[in-house]
């Protein structure tokens, strides 16, 4: 509950007033269900119900993938979640997360054209969880998991990507992951900063910091001890008790340390805890030359960008928010990622068509733009949902899954 205090008094009265009335007029909610096909004579009606629709009934019957070829499935993604961590709010519950979902829905069809479901389910259990995700599973092409809080979420994942045989993916894990990973290629080249020795620091040790920290290591192939992690309750040492076989493979071996310590020389911050930092100043000005930093968390960066800007004229910055540059959001990369999956119908998504979405979400910002002009700076390391270039990225990942 104060969580939602702290995030509602962030925002405006005419902002919340506006919000609402978008979600509520002319009909509730941001979703409807659209005829594909005609449905105006009793011909439509023998073929799209009884007695027609036996056909594609047998013809699926003997053939399971012949539901790609007569109904919706090869382009149905299923968003479904349980609502224990809704965006920064937290736990409120499967139906408060609904407008979040239909949300993710819309951006499926705006940027991808493919329709989606969501699917709020009503439990927090993972085994059960986990058993009514797989027998509602044969309705779709694919299956989207969000807002689902760590670290449950990679328990959940995990068992649906081994006993389904189509594509899942949460996307606060990997979505996020790949995102903040192409923002922070571009960064690296402009600080002319190598990542084989670079000190990177990440507050939070959530669903998206765990799977950030991995991909990281993975892409960039990074030494043990370059990433120096923070969960709730601190560093993530070797010398904690209880840490769960998610944090573990990033405990370091020095001492407890605080985040003003373990900001003294580090290369990257990126923030993912949703909390701010107590001593920003001495966390900003006691990092290396040319740093880059990524505040993440919504509304309120863990560090003010104002104060970043006005300490360190050297970094590169990046946040979470739209209203300043280099904007990293996971809708930046899901539905090409969706769609590519879908339009080669392969059964999960692989490290090697991750990293071919970090490298073609990257490139973007190096190629021409209508003006034939090439923006790529320390303000444009990213590029923005809205830029009609960004569905070529579909086609660069369907070439690397067909490579």
Known sequence: MLTIIYLASTMSINNKSKTLQYHEKKRPGKLSVELSKPLKSHSDMSMAYSPGVAYPVLEIHKDHRNALKYTNKGHLVGIVTNGTAILGLGDLGALASKPVMEGKAMLFKKFANLDAFDIEIDENNPELFIDTVKRISPTFGAINLEDIKAPECFYIENKLINELNIPVFHDDQHGTAITIIAALKNAFLLQKKSHKNAKIVIYGA??????????????????????????????????RKNLNEFKTPFAVSEKKLTIEETMVGADVFIGLSGHLI???????????????????????????????KELRSDAIVAT????YCNMVNNALIFPYIFKAALDCQINNITSKLKFSAIEALANIVHLPNEDNNV???????IPSMLEPRMRSITKVLINSIND
């Open 206 to 239: 959530g669903a998206s910091g765990i799977a950030t920290a991995k991909l990281l290591t993975e892409y960039f192939q990074l030494s043990p001890g370059q990433i120096w992690m923070f969960d709730s309750k601190g560093l993530i040492t070797s010398c």
């Open 375 to 381: 923006l790529f700076g320390k303000d444009y390391i």
């Open 320 to 323: 979470g928010r739209s209203d």
């Open 278 to 308: 107590e001593s920003p100043e001495l966390c900003i000005k006691s990092m290396q030359k040319n740093p880059i930093i990524f505040p993440l968390s919504n509304p309120d960066p863990e560090i003010s960008i104002k104060l970043i």
